[in-house]
């Protein structure tokens, strides 16, 4: 059994979703799942367990919703790098941003708003990346000329919050920055 | 209670999906001989699991209308009764919402911002003795009690969600597992 990615991105059209959903479920079993429109645009991300080979899969996807661009792609398959001193040494690599993390880290909504058509993104996620943050979910939207991002981030428990927080401020003029504590409380 | 399917006390929790977290609980007789065992077993289980401020008995298996809570310590607690075990309770009251992000034992991996009731008046009976009892609360400890009674009504904090940004993937290992 395979475990492949699936993105599809297209026009969006009445039933489009349906779909989408109908021709993935032919395939295999949907796991986690996104779907949001961008500038109008469908734009869905699927996690597929699957006894099709990839390339079967999206061929046969690509047949069954030809309107819409299909990339599926292996998860199962180890991304390809190269090897590190540390590795052939055999020391447990550390993690990255899309590993489980250890207990140590407390979350934290970020919300940032300001003008659009600026690098604030990429220097938000430059920042969060220098203070060893790692996103878990992040939407930017545009309205006019308004830019918003809304990100879920996970800080090492020893991060100085308060200094990430002024050199945010101070590398993005003109932009209204939040953080809020965001770790669930369990009942 | 063994003859009783609704009644069938587990070690652990019951984890979702389970047909007990989407079935109302029955009204408890609040003197029966069972009780007592329930609520320990129940307070116990709240105790024994890391930053759980709360359990109710259809997550313990048992399909009765009765909770435990004891949001003492918490951040964001205001009014705190301490540790409470209420059988039948029923919110008569309530106003002030607010949203926050959830956890539950019974939801492993995922978390939801949640819009809650911040005051809230609640009547119910005490195990044992079934003495009547109302009390208020308010901030967290309300919000703890509303979760609580969602759940002997079958419904999980899921069911609340705001939207579908609201859900969250929890990959801590501390939290809400
Ligand atoms: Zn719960």
Redesign the pocket.
């Given at each position: 059994m395979g475990l492949y990615a699936v993105t599809v991105i297209g026009r969006d059209s009445p039933g489009a979703v349906a779909e989408v959903t109908r021709a993935v479920a032919g395939g295999g079993a949907i796991g986690d799942s996104s779907m949001s429109l961008l500038d109008g645009y469908l734009t869905m991300t699927l996690v597929v367990s699957a006894g099709l080979s990839g390339d079967v899969l999206g061929e046969n996807l690509t047949r069954g919703i030809p309107g819409l661009a299909v990339a599926v792609t292996d998860l199962a398959r180890p991304p390809v790098t190269p090897p590190t001193v540390a590795a052939s040494e055999g020391a447990p690599a550390s993690p990255g941003s899309g590993e489980i993390m250890d207990a140590d880290r407390l979350g934290y909504a970020l919300t940032l708003h300001g003008p659009s058509g600026t690098d604030a993104l990429s220097v938000t996620t430059g920042l969060l990346a220098e203070a060893g943050c790692s996103v878990t979910s992040m939407t930017t939207r545009v309205a006019g000329n308004l830019f918003v991002l809304v990100a879920d981030v996970e800080l090492p428990a020893q991060a100085d919050v308060a200094s990430l927080m002024r050199a945010m401020a101070a590398a993005l003029d003109g932009f209204r920055i939040a953080f809020r504590p965001a770790d669930p409380a369990?009942? | 209670m063994e003859d009783d399917s609704r009644t069938c006390l587990i070690e652990g929790v019951v984890t979702a999906p389970h047909s007990l977290l989407v079935t109302p609980a029955a009204s408890v007789d609040p003197a029966d001989a069972v009780v007592p065992a329930v609520v320990r077993h129940l307070v116990g289980a709240m105790r024994s699991m890391p930053g759980c401020r709360?359990?109710?008995a259809p997550?313990l298996g048992v399909g009765w209308r009765l909770m435990c809570l004891d949001v003492s310590g918490h951040p964001s607690t205001r009014s705190c009764s301490g540790e409470l075990v209420i059988a039948n309770p029923e919110i008569v009251e309530a106003a002030d919402w607010d949203v926050a992000r959830e956890g539950?034992?019974?939801?492993p991996g995922l978390a939801a911002e949640v819009a809650r009731a911040t005051q809230i008046t609640v009547q119910g009976v005490r195990p044992g003795t079934g003495e009547p009892m109302t009390f208020h609360a308010d901030a967290f400890e309300a919000r703890c009690v509303q979760?609580?009674i969602?759940?002997l009504d079958g419904l999980?904090?899921l069911d609340r969600v705001a939207g579908t940004r609201a859900v969250h993937a929890v990959r801590k290992g501390g939290q809400a597992a």
């Open positions: 369990v009942m | 709360g359990l109710t997550q539950c034992v019974s939801v979760h609580q969602d759940h999980l904090f």
